[in-house]
């Protein structure tokens, strides 16, 4: 499909898209999957918070890895850029998995989750064994991004579905192995279903990549806007995106350390993750779209018009899905009989689903203002919105928590909406000035 900035239609622009929007929705059905298994077993609600808090570890040491796949279908445009990058991410990867490993040392674990974060003991222990386990997610997950960016660089997004693929197969065996013949912690099910499936996912990605990446070797496709790329450069467009990251990611375990001191923490903790795989399942439609806009914007904006329209039609309608379930009894069948929640802890989950209605939208809003941002190679205003949210969202909890004593959950849910409307605000006006720059809005 010959497919250029300036000849984008709404076909062109679905036909680009929906690989990844089928990637991250097959990512998106992980959570559920495993939380439903894990519900299912012995200890529920113990497991399930031992699952949302260790994967909310496993994130915040991966976030400076994640956006890898921004960079590098941004940056990688010929054989020296690719070298370059290459060798920043497998730099990067390495200090990430340092840092895994340091968090898995008993005496540094303990005092963050039960000194800092007031986790009960038994919730503590089972997240360090699934922490353990985890070690190899960061580095797994930054090395198959870096390659995943060149098959978007190069209209190949079929190939990153099909490394998807790979790796639900590959979680979901795992996960269905242990659940039958072996007699573990749902945590330990979980966590082993996770890790072997992103290392599975990377050598997929790395293989697919395979032709590509010999051409861009062999010095096909080398682009004079990359060939004075220095890893100074690097750093300075790639550190605002890494920061971006943490300061998302890392809201994570500050929204657990609130939880910890909320009314109902243990039930909280339980329901958070449920709520937060399944809003992640419309999450993920506008989460694909950064990528797509990064390809397909032009290096003077000639796509932002169809972009735009195809954004807003798009996301309002995933708004809609998700309003129409969680406005119905549809909230019910999916929380009860299909996560497996009981009657009390699905009762508690109606609420904090309804008040996040809108995060499908803002999230869409969100990739096509940085998509507009990575493309213009100003990266730093990402970094201040994200910093907004952040602190947004530790002011609601704080608030909510500490002098409304409100129920953990729920002021979890107030504080991301208002946390991504705040960002979104934000990243209004830098984003307009640079499709100013361009003159597409004259």
């Known amino acids: 499909m010959e497919l250029t900035p300036g000849n984008l239609t709404y076909k062109k622009i679905f036909l680009f898209w929906i690989p990844l929007a089928a990637t991250w929705i097959m990512m998106s059905v992980e959570g559920p999957f495993l939380a439903a298994l894990v519900a299912r077993m012995a200890h529920p609600e113990y497991n399930l918070a031992a699952y949302g808090v260790a994967f909310s570890f496993a994130l915040i040491i991966e976030a400076p890895v994640i956006l890898l796949m921004s960079a590098s279908t941004s940056l990688v445009r010929g054989k020296y850029s690719f070298y370059k990058l290459r060798n920043f991410t497998y730099s990067l990867n390495s200090i990430v998995t340092i840092l895994m490993l340091v968090i898995t040392i008993p005496s540094i674990f303990y005092f963050i989750a039960m000194t800092l974060i007031n986790l009960p003991e038994e919730v503590a222990r089972l997240t360090h064994i699934a922490i353990i386990i985890l070690i190899p997610w960061p580095g797994a997950i930054g090395y198959r991004r870096f390659y995943q960016g060149i098959l978007i660089r190069n209209n190949l997004t079929k190939r990153v579905a099909f490394g998807t693929i790979v790796r639900i197969s590959s979680m979901s065996l795992t996960a269905l192995i242990l659940f039958i013949f072996f007699k573990v912690d749902g945590v330990v099910i979980a966590a082993s279903a996770l890790s072997v499936a992103v290392i599975c996912e990377a050598a997929a990605s790395k293989i697919m990549a395979y032709k590509i990446v010999t051409k861009i070797k062999d010095g096909e496709n080398e682009a004079d806007e990359t060939s004075d790329l220095t890893y100074k450069k690097i750093f300075t467009f790639y550190y605002p995106l890494a920061l971006t990251s943490i300061l998302t990611l890392g809201v994570q375990p500050m929204v657990t350390f609130f939880i910890g001191q909320s009314r109902m923490p243990i039930e909280s903790l339980a329901v958070l993750p449920v709520i937060v795989f399944f809003v992640f399942i419309f999450r993920s439609f506008g989460m694909s779209f950064q990528e797509v806009g990064i390809a397909l914007l032009g290096k003077n904006m000639e796509g932002f018009q169809a972009l735009r ?84 969202i530790i002011i609601v909890l704080l608030v909510s928590i500490k002098y409304f004593s409100a129920v953990g959950v729920i002021a979890a849910a107030m504080a991301f909406i208002l946390g991504r409307l705040a960002s979104n605000g934000y990243l209004l006006k830098p984003m307009l000035k640079e499709i100013r720059k361009s003159r597409v809005l004259e």
Request: proline letters at 6%.
């Open 309 to 392: 329209k195809f954004v807003t039609i798009t996301g309002s309608l995933v708004v809609i899905a998700l309003g129409i379930i969680a406005l119905t009894p549809l909230s019910e069948i999916w929380f009860h009989y299909v996560s497996g929640l009981s009657p009390d802890l699905t009762k508690l989950a109606h609420l904090p689903l309804i008040i996040l209605i809108l995060i499908p939208g803002t999230s869409f809003l969100l990739s096509f203002q940085t998509a507009v941002l990575v493309e213009a190679k100003n990266t730093k205003p990402i970094s201040f919105a994200t910093g907004i949210e952040f602190t947004m």
